[in-house]
C-alpha cells in the first residue's frame, strides 16, 4: 500500500521534475543496504515510509561508517509509514494523506533543507542503533504498543490500553542507574557547544570524576533530540532527558498516556528534566522489556547514548522553515 501511495501520488511529480529517480523498495529488513551501491553517484536521497524505514536507511549507513558521506547528501522524507513522526517537524499538517505526500514531493523539488541532531544508541556488544527522534523506556510505551490489541473498543482503545496496564502489579523501572555528562561538565562543555559543529570531539574525552549518577523510579524515560521543536538559531547541542514522576493517579497516568500517543517524547510537570551531550543507562541485572527507539522495539539493556549534533540534511517544507526562522528572531 504504501509503494502505490508513492507511485501514485509522489513519484510523477519527482519525475515531471526532471529528476533521474532510481527506486530501491525496501520488502524485508537490511535491504536498504542495497544504497550503498547507488551512494556514490546519488544527489539526493528520498525515503518514503514511516518512522521504521527512516531509521533502516539510517541504521544500515550508519554501520557501514559512511555517515560523514552520507552527511553531506539532502535527504528527502515522503510520509507513508503508520507513525512519521519526523513530518511533523518538516512539513504542515495536511487534510489527507494525499495531501502531505504531495506536499513533501514538491518541498523535495523547492531543496530547502534544516539540520537534524541523530542519537548514537550503543550496547556493550551489540552494534550502535541511530535514531533522529530519540529512545523512550517505561510504562507509557509498553501501554502504547499495546493499543491495537484493543481495536474493538474503537475511540476508547487508547484509554482502554493505559487502564488496564495499571493493573500491573508493578510498572515502574525501580533502583536504575542513571549516569549523565552534565551539570559540573556542562560548564565545561558549553564552551565547545557554542561551536559543537565544528568541535565534535572536544567532549569526547571525559573524566570519570565529571560524570554524576543518579539512582532513579521513574514511569517513564525519554531521551530525545531537539529535532521535535527545531531551533535554527540555537547555541547549544544537547539531548532533552525526562524522567517522569511515579507517583501519579490511575487517571493521570490514563490521560498522560493518550498525549504521549500524539506527542511521546512531551515531558510532562513533574518530571525531572536534564541536557545533556551523552549518557549511560545502567539496568539493574535481570531487567525485562523494551525500549522503543524512533517507535521500533529494541530489547532493554544497558547503553551509552551520544548526541551527533546537526548531523543530518533534511529537506524541509519552505513554510515551516520560514516559521522556525521567525521563531528564532523572536
Known amino acids: 500500500k504504501a509503494g502505490n501511495l508513492f507511485e501514485k501520488n509522489a513519484a510523477p511529480i519527482l519525475h515531471l521534475s526532471g529528476m533521474d529517480v532510481t527506486v530501491v523498495r525496501t520488502d524485508y529488513e537490511g535491504q536498504a543496504k542495497r544504497l550503498m551501491e547507488l551512494l556514490e553517484s546519488t544527489d539526493l536521497i528520498i525515503i518514503a515510509g514511516g518512522d521504521g524505514t527512516v531509521q533502516e536507511v539510517l541504521q544500515e549507513l550508519g554501520l557501514l561508517r559512511i555517515m560523514a558521506a552520507f552527511s553531506k547528501i539532502p535527504i528527502g522524507f515522503i510520509p507513508l509509514g503508520k507513525t512519521c513522526n519526523l513530518s511533523h517537524t518538516l512539513y504542515p499538517e495536511s487534510t489527507s494523506q494525499v495531501q502531505h505526500i504531495t506536499n513533501a514531493a514538491l518541498a523535495i523539488l523547492k531543496g530547502e533543507t534544516v539540520p537534524l541532531d541523530v542519537l548514537q544508541i550503543k550496547g556493550e556488544k551489540e552494534q550502535p542503533v541511530f535514531a533522529v527522534s530519540g529512545l523512550r523506556w517505561g510504562a507509557y510505551r509498553d501501554a502504547g504498543v499495546k493499543v491495537s490489541n484493543y481495536w474493538y473498543l474503537g475511540p476508547l482503545k487508547t ?11 508493578n510498572i515502574s523501572c525501580e533502583e536504575s542507574v542513571f549516569v549523565w555528562q552534565m551539570n559540573r561538565l556542562t560548564l565545561l562543555c558549553i564552551i565547545y557547544l557554542q561551536d559543537f559543529v565544528k568541535n565534535s570531539e572536544a567532549c569526547e574525552e571525559v573524566a570519570p570524576e565529571d560524570w554524576e549518577e543518579l539512582k532513579l523510579s521513574t514511569l517513564e524515560l525519554s ?11 540555537r ?11 511515579d507517583n501519579i493517579s490511575k487517571g493521570q497516568f490514563v490521560q498522560r498516556g493518550s498525549q504521549k500517543m500524539s506527542d511521546p517524547h512531551m515531558c510532562p510537570e513533574g518530571s525531572q528534566h536534564i541536557q545533556a551531550s551523552r549518557c549511560i543507562l ?5 531487567t525485562e522489556g523494551s525500549f522503543g527507539i524512533d517507535n521500533e522495539e529494541y530489547e532493554a539493556m544497558p547503553v551509552e547514548v551520544k548526541l551527533l549534533p546537526r548531523k543530518l540534511q533534511f529537506i524541509c517544507d519552505p513554510r515551516m522553515r520560514e516559521q522556525m526562522l521567525q521563531a528564532a528572531e523572536q
Open 235 to 245: 547555541t547549544e547541542d544537547f539531548m532533552d532527558i525526562c524522567i517522569e514522576a
Open 159 to 169: 484509554q482502554a490500553a493505559h487502564l488496564f496496564s495499571t493493573f500491573k502489579v
Open 282 to 286: 545502567q539496568l539493574p541485572e535481570g
Open 223 to 233: 531521551i530525545a533530540t531537539q529535532n521535535r521543536q527545531l531551533d535554527l538559531a
